[in-house]
């Protein structure tokens, strides 16, 4: 792997506010950003909001404001929320901004004096009664009326600019067939062959009709409609295709699996079309549920923003973290229950903090608080060191193979481990006993290793928390020490920490008051 690490999310649409979804997805970029900067890569995460198309303007319409005015609030509320979830973004890019709309229109230009694009008609549905276009497939649905008054739809043509996307198309497939890992999951890989093997149409990039949206510059009767606009904001953030950029290919396209087709099909043509490298993963994740329904605002099932935030205020936001990532291996569809993000906490506060929680205290209580030196002799001592040396090494490959589901648990089960560790040695008794005070120094010393290991192996997942149980260890968790990628250092530090003087023991995940 390069020793830059590029990250995006999907750009949101900044219509209503965020909620689960939005979140959802940027916490697990978040995570893979977090892990690669903790990991020495010179890192650039992107994320941001789409701005322009119908959707907006309708929206606007409805709340009596402009498109614009709509974008503006809403965009501040996308920012202001992932700065208070703590989502470490290293630029947020809306497509209303000059720096974007001056490059998409550079785009288009390269990919007109290529030929790529051309002038033809778009056919397609009119609801007369709500003023609203219909889509082929929702007009059949509806048997080609009015879903609210019944009364026939309106067929209309009017003239679109065409990319040509049919003539990419079998040079996609062909990358997507030679680079397995382009598209994953795998099942969602073999969806976007199939679909791609029946054929595929060119693609209507413009609208006469719309005014929102970035002029064509060949023909300023035209805007831009949707995915030309929405996907190039992947590189117009870093300066292309006008300026080189070292952050491209992107390392990975974090998407939820309804843009996929989009992002495995128009994305890379596009790319091939202004000769840019392709990026090196599109990785489609599942699709939030919750309580085995649709979230929808009718259902009251809705997890949004102000759930969200009770869940944090009451649980803390890497609790959050912790059950967004944990819920389901990534890449499946997820389900939010009460029952399970109960589940999910006990397991934070039982397993993580109880093991940080009676480590600290008996450090404390038998040696004053300072982590004393261990001698490890036993079968037991060895296996525990073995698990927590192996950790590295499979954190790294589960973040490679973007397993998020296991890169959260990794460290968790270390901390499991450690805590059976504690049962089996019985320090308690050992304390008795002055003559097992060498024995007694080895197992205070062998699980404080493997906690600040486990907790070390946590800062992606749970940024605050596994800093605050370093910091309890005696561990400062940015500590300079030793210069080179900071997971290596803790790693060393985890090795020499004999003579560190730790916290209280203050509960790591305190229970609310009323759970
Ligand atoms: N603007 C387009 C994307 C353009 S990318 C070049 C868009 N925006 S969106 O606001 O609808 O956000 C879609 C993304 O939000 C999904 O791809 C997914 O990442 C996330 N989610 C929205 N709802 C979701 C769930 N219920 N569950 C999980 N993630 C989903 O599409």
């Known amino acids: 792997m390069s020793e830059r690490f590029y990250i995006t999310t999907p750009i949101y649409y900044p219509n209503g506010q965020p909620h689960l979804g939005h979140l959802y997805t940027t916490i697990c970029a978040d995570t893979l950003a977090r892990y690669h900067r903790l990991a020495g890569r010179d890192v650039f995460f992107l994320t ?12 606007a319409a409805q709340f009596e404001t402009t498109p614009a005015e709509l974008a503006d609030s809403n965009a501040g509320v996308f920012v202001d929320t992932f700065k208070r979830w703590g989502i470490s973004n290293d630029d947020f890019i809306r497509t209303t901004q000059g720096r974007h709309k001056s490059l998409v ?6 990919l007109l004096d290529r ?11 009119y609801d007369e009664g709500q003023e609203e276009f219909v889509t082929e497939t929702t007009a059949k649905a509806q048997e080609y009326k009015s879903a609210v008054s019944g009364k026939p739809l309106s067929k209309f043509s009017e003239p679109t600019y065409f990319f040509k996307l049919g003539q990419y198309a079998p040079k996609v497939q062909a990358y997507i067939e030679a680079n397995p890992q382009f598209i994953q999951p795998e099942s969602k890989r073999n969806e976007v062959l199939s679909k791609l093997k029946a054929g595929v149409a060119d693609l209507s990039i413009s609208r006469a009709t719309l005014k929102w949206g970035i002029e064509m510059p060949n023909d300023p009767g035209h805007v831009l409609y949707v995915w030309i606009d929405a996907l190039s904001n992947y590189i117009t953030a870093l300066g292309l295709p006008e300026r080189p950029s070292r952050f491209w290919p992107a390392d990975v396209h974090l998407i939820g699996k309804e843009i996929l087709w989009f992002h ?11 000769d840019l490298p392709l990026p090196r993963t599109l990785y489609a994740h599942g699709w939030w549920v919750s ?3 649709k979230m929808s605002k009718s259902m009251g099932n809705f997890i949004d923003l102000k759930k969200l935030d009770w869940y944090a205020a009451t649980y803390s936001q890497d609790a959050v973290r912790y059950h967004l990532l944990r819920a389901a291996p990534f890449g499946n569809d997820l389900d939010f229950t009460e029952a399970d993000f109960q589940k999910n906490f006990n397991e934070l506060a039982n397993v993580l903090g109880n093991c940080l929680n009676r480590t600290v205290k008996m450090i404390n209580r038998y040696r004053n608080a300072v982590v004393p030196e261990a001698s490890p002799s036993e079968d037991l001592d060895h296996r525990l060191l073995a698990e927590t040396e192996a ?3 499979k954190l790294a490959a589960a973040f490679e193979r973007l397993e998020l589901q296991t890169c959260a648990t990794l460290g968790i089960e270390l901390a499991r481990q450690t805590n059976g560790y504690i049962d089996a040695t019985e320090p308690f008794k050992l304390a008795k006993d002055p003559a097992k005070a060498g024995r007694l120094d080895t197992v205070l010393g062998v699980s404080a290793r493997a906690l600040c290991v486990a907790l070390s192996s946590l800062l ?10 370093l ?5 400062d968790p940015h500590s300079p020490d030793y210069g080179g990628p900071l997971l290596e250092r803790l790693v060393q530090k985890s090795t020499a920490m004999t003579g560190t003087k730790v916290g209280d023991g203050t509960a790591l995940f305190p229970k609310p008051p009323d759970a």
């Open 264 to 274: 495995a099909v128009y994305w890379p043509a596009m790319l091939l079309a202004l």
């Open 115 to 125: 030929g790529d694009i051309y002038l033809g008609a778009y056919e397609g549905w």
């Open 291 to 293: 309580d085995g329904k």
């Open 471 to 475: 910091r309890q260890l005696g561990i």
């Open 391 to 393: 950790l590295p090494g």
């Open 105 to 110: 229109t550079e785009i288009v230009r390269r």
């Open 460 to 469: 992606p997942t749970l940024p605050h928390k596994a800093a605050d149980g």
């Open 48 to 59: 941001g909001t789409d701005e322009h198309g119908i959707k907006m303007v309708q929206t």
